[in-house]
């Protein structure tokens, strides 16, 4: 199975900050990649796909980048209700793999 | 709006069999890979299987001896069977709709919590 190694596993920031988080892949998963947001209690929320596209609805603020083996997932200035957990995923082949999370809390 | 809704019994004995139903609602079943992934208490997400409406299964290696996913279209609802729980399986079991071109769950549902205690 593919791994996926998210850093850093959890980070302090203040409203307006930019944010950055980094998911590794251990092989090439080309741009098979999606981001997703889970608060306390809820269900993931799917952010990105394909590595760079924003789903419907998501704010402009968030953004990924990246191709292979490395990604990134931006937060251009940190909302209040962007504190939560967040998970990627690779697509690329079975079994689907998540990242082990990046919990971005209130500083 | 597609609504998923997970439904089945919160507590269940070591070495017996934990059984979850996900009804969906305001769309049809067919199409769409319909998917459960697991998250144990304060731990990251764990991909478990599909049942594709064409009757195609794909389960987690790490589950398979023990796992079915079923789909019922008549009642617009899948399911999912673990055989020989063990307290390992305590999680929030979450059913969702993963879609294809994008690749992508793109709804979910709010997620159950299953405890495996005696």
């Known amino acids: 199975a593919i791994q996926m190694t998210q850093s850093p596993s959890s980070l302090s920031a203040s409203v307006g900050d930019r944010v950055t988080i980094t998911c590794r892949a251990s092989?090439?998963?080309?741009?098979?990649l999606g981001w997703y947001q889970q608060k306390p209690g809820k269900a993931p929320n799917l952010l990105i796909y394909?590595?760079?596209r924003l789903h419907s609805g998501v704010p402009s603020r968030f953004s990924g980048s990246g191709s292979g083996t490395d990604f990134t997932l931006t937060i251009s200035s940190l909302q209040p209700e962007d504190f939560a957990t967040y998970y990627c995923?690779?697509?690329?082949?079975?079994?689907?793999?998540f990242g082990g999370g990046t919990k971005v809390e209130i500083k | 709006q597609v609504q998923l809704l997970e439904s089945g019994p919160g507590l269940v004995k070591p070495s017996e069999t934990l059984s979850l139903t996900c009804i969906v609602s305001?769309?049809?079943?067919?199409?769409?890979?319909w998917t459960w992934i697991r998250q144990p208490p304060g731990k990251g997400l764990e991909w478990i299987g599909y049942?594709?409406?064409?009757?195609?299964?794909n389960y987690n290696p790490s589950l398979r001896d023990r796992v079915t996913i079923s789909l019922d279209s008549s009642k617009n609802q899948f399911s999912l069977r673990l055989n020989s729980v063990t307290a390992a399986d305590t999680a929030v079991y979450y059913c969702?709709?993963?879609?294809?071109?994008?690749?992508?769950?793109?709804?979910w549902g709010q997620g159950t919590l299953v405890t495996v205690s005696s």
């Open positions: 092989q090439d998963i080309r741009n098979d």
């Open positions: 305001g769309g049809s079943i067919s199409t769409y890979y």
């Open positions: 995923l690779q697509d690329y082949n079975y079994p689907l793999t």
């Open positions: 969702a709709r993963r879609i294809t071109r994008p690749e992508a769950f793109d709804i």
């Open positions: 394909g590595a760079s």
């Open positions: 049942f594709y409406y064409t009757g195609n299964t």
